[in-house]
């Protein structure tokens, strides 16, 4: 089915978006030492807006300098030199029309302890992952259970780094709950068997989700965004199902929607894949829990394809085809017949190559 609608403009909050196209979080381990990314990664996010894409999001920014880190040459936005890096490109990102959303993420027990300031792991429960980290090839460690203060700690990197997007002019902020990262970590009973108040009922385990949500919402200004990640997969252990069920997840989703969040952006492997063993998608499973506005992304990559996901959702985010295919907005806008991209094309995004 075919329709306009990918074509219209939406309404977020005070923002007026010009389609329903975002381009995806994407990590580019492009940043060197000052945790700042190389010029050319800016550029390319720049080059998106100016392709026609209404919305731009940075790849996730690490919230501390001690172990939110998981991969080399992420970037950070805690010190000023940092946050003045990217004012210049929030505001060329404005001149075009489209608006900049920071998302922010703590790997927990994803990370690699060469790349960690601090040298240590910390999740919610001394669980690591089955599969070996395909960058070292080795074992992920055994992370260290987070104390009160641990989980404190971590909140206020989160408040930190989007206190520094906000200073940086941009117009929304992403707390990643997705992919197997700290807060679905905690979200998740397959890594979390706390047996205290952050872990156990799907309540208790939502409780970090909850604390991160509510001290971040503080020092985002009314006039910004606030958009909390999910997705039912993790980057490790890729066959499991974090919820396990729908009525898991769908509590999790009716749990969000109480909170002070403007979007919930869910990510799958393919938007039209049925989740929970149902005949439903992971974007119907949410919309029937909430009125919050949907992002859906996975899998996205002609207009069969954005015009299909966008029947559940407000806004189709694409990773690999904004990646690589600069025209790809007006590609769709025209119907042409375009091709589908795989992982290993998008490995690009990690080399120092200047995408088009
Ligand atoms: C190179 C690359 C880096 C990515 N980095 C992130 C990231 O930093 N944060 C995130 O939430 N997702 C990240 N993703 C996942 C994408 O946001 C998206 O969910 C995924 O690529 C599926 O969408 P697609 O089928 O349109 O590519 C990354 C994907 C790619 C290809």
């Known amino acids: 089915m075919s329709s306009d609608k990918l074509f219209t403009q939406f309404n977020l909050k005070n ?4 389609n329903r196209i975002g381009v995806a979080p994407m990590t580019r381990m492009s940043a060197a030492k000052k945790s700042i990314p190389r010029q050319d990664v800016f550029d390319f996010l720049v080059r998106r807006a100016k392709n026609g894409v209404s919305i731009i999001y ?5 919230t501390d300098y001690e172990s939110a880190q998981g991969y080399p040459g992420q970037s950070r936005m805690l010190t000023q030199k940092q946050i003045d ?3 210049p490109v929030v505001n060329d990102i404005h001149k075009e029309g489209s608006i900049a959303i920071m998302q922010m993420f703590h790997c927990g027990r994803m990370a690699w302890l060469d790349v960690n300031p601090s040298n240590r792991v910390i999740a919610p429960s001394s669980i690591r992952p089955k599969q070996d ?7 992920y460690p055994t992370p260290e259970s987070m104390s009160q203060f641990d989980i404190d700690h971590v909140i206020n990197g989160f408040v930190e780094t989007a206190k520094g997007a906000i200073e940086a002019g941009f117009d929304g ?9 700290l807060i679905n970590q905690f979200l998740s009973s397959y890594s979390n068997n706390r047996t205290d108040e952050y872990g156990g009922s799907v309540l208790k385990r939502f409780r970090f989700a909850h604390e991160v949500i509510e001290a971040v919402s503080k020092v985002i200004p009314e006039d910004r965004l606030l958009v909390f990640r999910i997705s039912d997969w993790g980057i490790a252990d890729m066959d499991v199902s974090l919820f396990k069920t729908k009525d898991d997840y769908q509590e999790v989703v009716k749990l ?3 909170e002070p969040i403007d979007i919930l952006s869910v990510s799958t492997y393919e ?3 049925k989740a929970f063993a149902t005949d439903k998608t992971m974007a119907q499973l949410t919309r029937e829990m909430t009125e919050i506005p949907i992002f859906i992304c996975g899998g996205i990559f002609d207009r069969a394809s954005a015009d299909e996901a966008l029947e559940d959702a407000d806004i189709v985010l694409s990773g690999k085809s904004l990646l690589l295919n600069p025209n790809w907005v007006e590609e769709i806008r025209s119907k042409k017949a375009l091709k589908r991209y795989q992982s290993e094309e998008a490995s690009i995004a ?4 200047v995408l088009p």
């Open 15 to 18: 923002f007026t978006l010009k």
């Open 58 to 62: 940075t790849e996730a920014i690490i």
């Open 85 to 87: 890096a990217w004012k």
């Open 133 to 139: 980290n395909p960058l070292t090839e080795a074992p």
């Open 173 to 181: 902020v992403e707390i990643h709950g997705a992919h197997g990262y």
């Open 256 to 258: 969000l929607s109480k």
């Open 271 to 273: 938007y039209n894949q």
């Open 350 to 353: 990690y080399t120092e190559e």
